[in-house]
């Protein structure tokens, strides 16, 4: 890939990317990471300016025509897993997250991409899906279940939306536990089966604006044919993108988007859904990104987890605003790995070193990036379990 | 001299009004001649994992919290070593090509501290293994690198934690801490690091290995501060990497204070009032561990948080602020007995600030200062809010000169029309020190500001040379204003130890006064 000058000429006529002249060098955005972690950005360079602050100051170069662009440089600007992390610690609220964004979104239009996002994207424009499956497979975890489409559905209150964890196996077993339960509890929901897209979060996430548009109108058409008011989201990405990236789209869009755990915190309240198993575990429970630093939603899995009997739940370090990423976010989980950070292997092993019989988490990217992690360090003892598997084990 | 510019066509240089040494400007050309050779062989001798050379990744090393005041020379190759072994290999071959190391972790150290001069810069940030924690003998011996926040949060744990950390989330390094002998808002209580660090391991500037502290050369004994033996500690305190690169640093620590209370009390707004906090502040000097911290934060500080705790770009009245709050002393007792105790200091140290015109308005920004401990940002969000400010000067002074500086310090911003709302001020005393932080906020996108901020801040560093200051580090931006002011002994001395430790003059040349000027 090539860029030239005129990439530059544009970047300097944008005022999204003057903000890196106000950084302050304090380092807060990698700072407040465990000892030997900086930034989600050092998964091929391991150091201590593979974060945002040093990408302020490559910014500053490009803008001042002493650094000219590179297929590294393009890849590390795609590292970024959008965790939030440099945006909360910023005391200079630079908001380090929209001008990467901004970066990738100009990177995206030049076409200077990373080949597997490239892939990615082209999934999605030809399957609706990342994975580059066919759309017809959407919905192949339920055929051992009762749940209805919408167009099946005489009468329901809720659109349950899977997101595109409805093709990943080790999500197919939440998914099926989520629709158990719900059952159970009486919710009265329905799932867009086959006809549902992929929410775009990470397409938007690494730049491809008129990709995820063309998303979240090909589902709001849906939401709107359907007459739907209330969606029950699966996936914190899937949540944020519906809750916060939608009504961009379209701005009469009026459907209340909520995750699933702030759902069953209130059927838990309310009695609607009653444990009489006591599980005996120890567990931990890990914020992941988008439920946490980007939603603020940190007490209802808690209460959850805290109300199951036999559950000791303990909390780990770096937790909620603090919380490190499972590196899954963002896109990164596309871009090839180096001999840097591998950063899910750094949260696994913080939850190993507390003896944990489970790692607890409410994101199915978080659990497939923990699966991951659990193979690498062939830890057989603590398990990777979704809040509501537990939910439903203690039913 | 440095050139100016604006980042509007290009860049936003700082016009140093000295000249500021380069003395390798000579042998730059000769090492970049052979700079692919050195990155060949530092890949081969370390591995590649551990050198990175690609444009992008140097650019990403061309600043640290020198800012605006001096653009610091891009790197020629960035190493990554993780034992003190690589440490000596990296300089091994930087003596053979007589190409200039520095050493770096958190990258927050100002004033053209860490300047590669365009050769290796090496990021300790991989050197960030904690090697012992003696519960016994209360101390903790960790590799350069690692991060102090961090290390606090593993010694609060088990009931310790290291007194002299700074006040905001900067990824903060124990190497660091020597180099520069920080202390952070604490240092003044509790000592600088200077005070804590009770031995070290340095590779030279000549490739050797050296151990320090006068039990840690000692072998199978625990670390302790005094002993009989000559200790060669101090020389690297404050040497700013100069002589070698720590790579090991042994530091005491203390228990948690059972009980800790903070208090906001407040004096008028005025110089009656800041002469009063300074005449509180040294009478709680002399009851010693009365107060483990007490923190001026002058009216335009103050104003600054209040417009920092409004949100950005809202406007909040300086005559309000004023009488609200005029300035502040905050104080922070700590007691290791009980809370009675530490009532009891707390009830001493009110009726000293009542006796000068204090006034106990509450414990909120008490709170705020102590949240920011354990990394709760609030503070220093507030206090960056408004914009990034200049790098703070901060100086040591006399207790008898702090209000007259302070006072000198206003009329000087007042003849260069630098708006007295675009400024502050905080001082932190203790019976070590009296460390006095002073601030300017330019706009970072208008060049003519930055450039008249600078020439204020310089101004500013004379003044507090010439009401004789201590620079809080010196680094290359302080060393022209201090140089004659040194005993010719000393400098002798310093640089003798210099040429020893570091015979090709490799280690961070051109900071501090280990070179002659020219």
């Not at chain 1, 397409?203 to 008129?210: F, K, N, P, T, W």
């Not at chain 2, 709680?284 to 009216?299: E, P, Q, S, T, Y």
């Not at chain 2, 609030?378 to 006072?407: C, G, H, I, Q, R």
């Amino acid at each position: 890939m090539k860029i030239g000058k005129e990439f530059v000429e544009k970047m300097k006529k944008n005022e999204a990317y003057r903000k890196v002249y106000e950084c302050l060098c304090c380092g807060a955005c990698a700072s407040l990471w465990p000892n030997e972690h900086r930034c989600s950005m050092a998964t091929r360079y391991q150091g201590s300016e593979a974060n945002p602050r040093g990408l302020n100051w490559i910014i500053q170069s490009l803008l001042e025509d002493k650094l000219s662009f590179s297929p590294g440089l393009v890849d590390f600007v795609f590292r970024c897993t959008t965790c939030n992390q440099c945006t909360v610690n910023c005391p200079a609220s630079l908001e380090p997250r929209s001008y990467i964004e901004a970066l990738r979104r100009d990177l995206v239009e030049e076409g200077a991409i990373p080949k597997s996002v490239m892939e990615v994207f082209q999934s999605v424009s030809r399957f609706g899906n990342v994975w580059g499956k066919s759309k017809n497979e959407r919905s192949s975890w339920a055929k051992d279940s009762d749940i209805k489409t919408v167009s099946e559905a005489k009468d329901f209150e809720y659109l349950l939306f899977l997101g595109d964890s409805a093709y990943v196996e080790r999500n197919q077993e939440t998914i099926k536990k989520l629709v158990n339960v719900l059952q159970k509890s009486g919710v009265r929901f329905a799932y867009l089966g086959n006809e549902e897209r992929s929410s775009g979060n990470e397409i938007l996430r690494m730049g491809e604006a008129g990709l995820f548009e063309m998303l979240a109108e090909q589902n709001i058409s849906l939401f709107k044919k359907y007459g739907i008011k209330k969606i029950i989201a699966l996936s914190p990405h899937s949540y944020h993108a519906l809750k916060n990236e939608y009504p961009k789209i379209d701005l009469d869009l009026k459907v209340e988007a909520i995750h699933y755990t702030q759902l069953i915190r209130d059927l838990l309240v309310k009695g609607k859904i009653r444990f009489s198993k006591d599980l005996n575990i120890k567990a931990a429970y890990h914020d992941s990104c988008y439920l946490g630093k980007h939603n603020s939603i940190y007490e209802e899995p808690r209460e959850i987890l805290s109300a199951i009997p036999g559950l000791v739940l303990v909390e780990m370090d770096y937790a909620r605003e603090k919380s490190v990423c499972c590196g899954g976010g963002g896109g990164a989980q596309w871009i090839e790995r180096g001999d840097g950070v591998v950063v899910e292997n750094i949260r696994f092993k913080q939850a190993m070193d507390m003896n944990l019989d489970v790692l607890v988490t409410a994101c199915p990217l978080c659990a497939q990036q923990f699966e991951a992690a659990k193979e690498y360090f062939s830890e057989g003892r603590m398990i990777v379990r979704d809040v509501i598997e537990l939910v439903y084990d203690a039913l | 001299m440095l050139s100016s510019g604006s980042h509007d066509e290009g860049v936003a240089d700082c016009r140093v009004q000295k000249v500021v040494v380069q003395p390798f400007l000579g042998d730059i050309l000769m090492f970049l001649e052979n700079m692919q050779e050195i990155r060949r062989e530092l890949e081969n001798t370390l591995g590649k994992g551990k050198v990175l050379s690609e444009d992008f990744i140097l650019s990403s090393y061309i600043r640290d919290g020198t800012l605006f005041y001096y653009p610091l020379n891009k790197p020629s190759v960035i190493v990554f070593p993780d034992s003190s072994e690589d440490v000596q290999k990296i300089i091994k071959i930087a003596n053979k090509y007589k190409i200039p190391v520095v050493a770096s972790a958190g990258r927050t150290s100002s004033w053209g501290a860490v300047d590669s001069n365009q050769g290796i810069a090496i990021d300790m940030c991989r050197m960030n293994k904690v090697i012992e924690i003696d519960k016994k003998n209360l101390t903790f011996t960790v590799q350069a690198g690692v991060n102090v926040h961090h290390m606090n949060r593993e010694l609060v744990k088990n009931g310790f934690y290291y007194p002299t950390h700074p006040l905001n989330m900067a990824p903060i390094s124990f190497g660091s801490e020597v180099c520069k002998n920080t202390g952070g808002e604490v240092g003044c209580m509790y000592g600088h690091a200077a005070k804590r660090v009770i031995g070290l391991e340095v590779v030279l500037g000549n490739g050797d290995i050296l151990k320090t502290g006068s039990s840690r050369v000692i072998k199978n004994v625990p670390y302790f501060q005094q002993s009989g033996l000559p200790d060669l500690t101090q020389l690297f305190v404050a040497a700013e990497g100069a002589y070698g690169v720590i790579t090991e640093v042994t530091m005491g620590m203390q228990m948690v204070p059972v009980a800790h209370q903070g208090m906001d009390i407040k004096f008028e707004g005025s110089m009656d009032g800041f002469r009063s906090i300074i005449d509180v502040c040294q009478e709680l000097r002399m009851r010693k561990g009365i107060a483990c911290n007490a923190h001026l934060v002058d009216f335009y500080c103050m104003w600054v948080f209040e417009r920092g705790f409004a949100g950005k770009g809202v406007e909040v009245d300086g005559e309000v602020v004023r009488k609200k709050f005029g300035h502040i002393l905050i104080v922070e007792i700590d007691s290791f007995v009980s809370e009675e105790e530490c009532d009891l200091k707390r009830e001493a140290v009110l009726e000293i600030c009542k006796k000068h015109g204090g006034q106990y308005i509450g414990d909120e920004m008490a709170k705020a200062f102590e949240a920011g401990i354990r990394g709760e940002c609030a503070v220093t969000k507030a206090l960056f809010n408004e914009s990034s400010p200049m790098v703070p000067f901060w100086a040591d002074l006399p207790y008898e000169y702090v209000t007259p500086f302070y006072e000198k310090s206003l009329d000087l911003l007042d003849r260069y029309n630098w708006p007295r709302k675009r400024m502050g001020f905080i001082g932190a005393f203790g019976d070590e020190s009296c460390l006095t932080f002073y601030f300017t906020y330019p706009n970072p996108h208008d060049t003519a500001d930055v450039e008249k901020s600078i020439e204020v801040n310089l101004r500013i560093l004379e003044l507090y040379t010439e009401m004789g200051a201590i620079p809080y580090r010196t680094g290359r931006i302080w060393r022209p204003y201090i140089l004659d002011k040194l005993d010719p002994s000393y400098l002798s001395y310093v640089r003798s130890i210099k040429k020893k430790f570091d015979p090709n003059n490799i280690m961070n040349p051109g900071v501090s006064v280990f070179e002659e000027e020219y």
